[in-house]
C-alpha cells in the first residue's frame, strides 16, 4: 500500500500535536495521580465534548464515514467478497486485503478525527490527551464506516431496489435526525452554561478587586450588560445509487453498472456577543459610596443572618461604641464594649427575643423600630439589660428607633453609622493574608492582630490566603503578582461571607431604569 502526500502531511501534523499535549497530560495526571483516559473525569467530560467548540464533528464526521463505508461495501459486493466484520473475523485470506482497503479509504478522515479531538480538547479543557484522542477519534470514524460497509454489501446483494435503498438510508437518515432542531436543546444548556460563567467571573472579579484594595490598587467593576448568543446550522446531504439489477455477468450499454455518488457538506456557527458596563462616574459613587441604610440592616437580622456577623460587617458605629476600621488610613481594633455588644446581641437573637418593626410616621415618613420582647428567660433578661446599659438606652422601653447616625438624640433612640460598599470591601480585605515578602518590601501593610472579644480572639470574618503555587482546591482563585490568592473550598464560614457580599450589592444599588442583562439565543 503507497500511502499519499496528503496522507502523510496530516500524520506529520497530527503526531505533532499529539507530542505537544504529552507534557500538559503528563502533569495533570500527576497531579490527578490517575490516567485521564481511564478516570472518571474521561466520562463526565464527554457531555462537554457534545456541546462545547467543533461539536458538529460528531455529525459530520460519521456521516462522511457512513458514506464511504457505503461506497466501500459496494466493491465488496461487486468483488464477491463477504460482508465486512464477517470477512475480517472469519476469512483469514481476506483479513489483509479489506483491513488495506479501509486503511486506504478513511486514512485521511481518522486522521483528521484524532487531530480535531486532540484541539478541540484544548480549547475545552485546557489541557489535551493523546489517549482520549487516540480513542474518540477513531471511534467517529471506525464504528460508523464498519457497519456501514457491512449493512452495503449485505443490501448490494438484495434484488429488491426499494429494500436497498431503505438499508442504505437508514443510518443516514438516523444520524441527521438526531442532529437536527438544536433550538428546544439548547435552552437548558445555555442558560446553565452562561448562568454558571456569570457566576464563576463574579467572584473572580470580586476576589480580584479585594486583593487589589489591600495593595492599595485601583479596583475596577464590569457588570454584564446583555448576552448574545446565535447559533447556525446547515445541513446538504446528497446521494445517488445504481445496482445492476438485472444480473448481467459483464457490463451492458443499455443497463447502468453498480456506481454510487455522494456529497456532504455542513456549516455550524456559534458567535456569542456579550456586553460589558463599567461602573464608574455617578453609578459608582451611588452604586459604592452610598452606606446601607439602617432599615436593610436590621431586616438581615430580622431574616436570620446572625446580628454579630451583620454588624461586625456594616456598622462603624453604634450609639457611640466604635468597631473595627480596617484599611491603611483609620485601622484600629474594634472597642470592648462594643464586641461585647455584640455578644449579649447575638444571645438574645438566638433566644428569639429581638425583632423589628416598621411604623408609618406620616404619608411620605416611616420608622424602622427594634423591639425586645417583655417576657423573657432570666439569663436572657440579663443580656437585654446589659444591651441598653451598653447603649444607654432607657432600661424599661421595649421599643427604639433606628436612624443613621452616630450619636443618639435621646434614650429611645438607636444611631447606626453604617458602611458603604466601598468601606465593606476595604474592610474585608484587611483580612487577606499577604505574602510576608510582600510585607518585608514594604508593598503591603501586615494584617492586624485579631480582635479579643469576651470569649477570646474573634475569628476573622473572611480568610483569604496566598501562595506561590496554584491552590488544589479553591473555592475561588485569582492570580496577582505572582502569587495566588484564594479560599479554601472547606472554609465554610468564608465562603458564606463571600456569597454574602452579592446580597451587600444589592442592599446599596439605587433604583435604577435601565434594564437588567439580556441573554438572547436565535437559533436555527
Request: hydrophobic share 45%; glycine share 8%; net charge positive.
Amino acid at each position: 500500500m503507497t500511502l499519499r502526500r496528503s496522507t502523510l502531511v496530516l500524520a506529520g501534523i497530527t503526531l505533532v500535536v499529539l507530542v505537544l499535549s504529552v507534557p500538559g497530560a503528563l502533569r495533570e495526571a500527576l497531579e490527578r495521580g490517575e490516567i485521564y483516559l481511564f478516570s472518571r473525569a474521561f466520562l463526565e467530560d464527554i457531555p462537554r465534548r457534545l456541546t462545547g467548540p467543533g461539536r458538529f464533528r460528531f455529525i459530520l464526521q460519521p456521516l462522511t464515514a457512513i458514506v464511504l463505508g457505503i461506497r466501500s461495501g459496494l466493491a465488496d459486493a461487486r468483488a464477491g467478497r463477504p460482508p465486512y466484520l464477517y470477512g475480517v473475523l472469519f476469512h483469514p485470506d481476506l483479513r489483509r486485503q479489506l483491513m488495506t482497503s479501509t486503511l486506504e479509504s478513511v486514512a485521511n478522515l481518522l486522521l483528521l478525527g484524532i487531530l480535531l479531538d486532540a484541539v478541540a480538547q484544548w480549547l475545552i479543557l485546557g489541557v489535551s490527551h493523546a489517549g482520549a484522542a487516540l480513542v474518540v477519534g477513531p471511534v467517529l470514524i471506525v464504528t460508523p464506516y464498519t457497519v456501514a460497509r457491512a449493512l452495503a454489501n449485505r443490501a448490494a446483494r438484495l434484488r429488491t431496489k426499494r429494500a436497498v435503498h431503505a438499508t442504505l438510508l437508514l443510518p443516514i437518515v438516523a444520524l441527521l435526525m438526531a442532529g437536527c432542531t438544536i433550538g428546544p436543546r439548547t435552552v437548558a444548556r445555555d442558560r446553565f452554561d452562561y448562568s454558571a460563567a456569570v457566576a464563576d467571573s463574579w467572584k473572580s472579579q470580586m476576589m480580584l478587586n479585594l486583593v487589589r484594595l489591600r495593595y492599595g490598587d485601583i479596583g475596577v467593576f464590569l457588570d454584564v450588560g446583555q448576552i448574545v448568543s446565535g447559533y447556525t446550522v446547515e445541513t446538504v446531504v446528497s446521494a445517488s445509487a445504481f445496482w445492476n439489477l438485472f444480473g448481467f455477468s459483464i457490463e451492458h450499454p443499455n443497463v447502468p453498472n453498480n456506481t454510487v455518488a455522494a456529497s456532504v457538506g455542513g456549516r455550524f456557527t456559534d458567535r456569542p456577543t456579550i456586553t460589558y458596563t463599567p461602573l464608574m462616574g455617578e453609578r459608582f459613587a451611588r452604586s459604592m459610596m452610598t452606606p446601607v441604610p439602617p432599615a436593610s440592616v436590621l431586616s438581615l437580622i430580622q431574616a436570620g443572618y446572625p446580628v454579630d456577623l451583620v454588624l461586625r460587617l456594616m456598622v462603624n458605629v453604634v450609639n457611640g461604641l466604635d468597631n473595627r476600621h480596617g484599611g491603611d488610613l483609620r485601622a484600629r481594633p474594634a472597642e470592648a464594649e462594643f464586641l461585647e455588644l455584640l455578644e449579649r446581641l447575638r444571645r438574645v437573637q438566638l433566644s428569639g427575643a429581638i425583632g423589628m418593626r416598621v411604623q408609618r410616621t406620616d404619608p411620605k415618613e416611616v420608622a424602622t423600630l427594634l423591639t425586645f420582647r417583655q417576657k423573657v428567660d432570666p439569663g436572657v433578661a440579663a443580656d437585654a439589660l446589659g444591651i441598653r446599659r451598653l447603649l444607654g438606652i432607657d432600661p424599661a422601653a421595649s421599643e427604639f428607633r433606628v436612624v443613621y447616625g452616630a450619636i443618639a438624640t435621646d434614650a429611645h433612640e438607636i444611631a447606626m453609622l453604617t458602611r458603604s460598599a466601598l468601606e465593606i470591601l476595604i474592610n474585608l480585605a484587611s483580612f487577606i493574608d499577604v505574602p510576608p515578602a510582600h510585607v518585608a518590601e514594604q508593598r503591603v501593610s501586615p494584617m492586624a492582630e485579631p480582635d479579643q472579644g469576651p470569649s477570646g480572639p474573634l475569628r476573622p470574618l473572611l480568610q483569604i490566603k496566598s501562595s506561590r503555587e496554584r491552590p488544589a482546591d479553591a473555592f475561588v482563585m485569582v492570580p496577582y503578582r505572582d502569587y495566588w490568592f484564594w479560599i479554601d473550598d472547606r472554609d465554610i464560614p468564608s465562603k458564606r461571607m463571600f456569597s454574602f457580599i452579592m446580597f451587600i450589592f444589592t442592599l446599596v444599588e439605587p433604583g435604577s431604569k435601565e434594564a437588567p442583562p439580556v441573554l438572547t439565543i436565535p437559533t436555527g
